[in-house]
């Protein structure tokens, strides 16, 4: 009786649970002083780490800036190869 109230249990909970994740979008231009020489240009980037940690993964404040540009909720799981694409790309065709 009470394996049969947890499965049952299981299977309701199971069933409500939705996911979702925040993406984050960057500027991000390399911080030395060949890339100042050369005016290195900010590429775009998408990425689900938060800012502080974002930085801290890709080299630490002295390697890289990244200036958050936008950000936004997902629907699913992060085991997606793509992010969904920011609401507003979502709207235009």
Not at 8 to 14: C, G, K, M, P, R
Not at 23 to 39: E, G, H, R, S
Not at 72 to 88: A, E, F, L, V
Request: contains cysteine; glycine residues 4%; proline residues 5%.
């Amino acid at each position: 009786m009470i394996r049969l109230l947890a499965s049952l249990a299981i299977l309701l909970f199971a069933t409500s649970a939705f996911a979702e994740y925040r993406v984050y979008q960057y500027l991000v231009k390399p911080k030395n002083t060949l890339a100042m020489v050369t005016a290195a240009q900010a590429k775009a980037m998408r990425s689900t780490l938060n800012p502080q940690a974002f930085v801290a993964y890709n080299g630490g404040s002295q390697s890289i800036e990244a200036t958050l540009v936008r950000t936004w909720m997902c629907q699913g799981h992060t085991g997606k190869k793509d992010y969904c694409p920011h609401p507003s790309e979502r709207l235009n065709p």
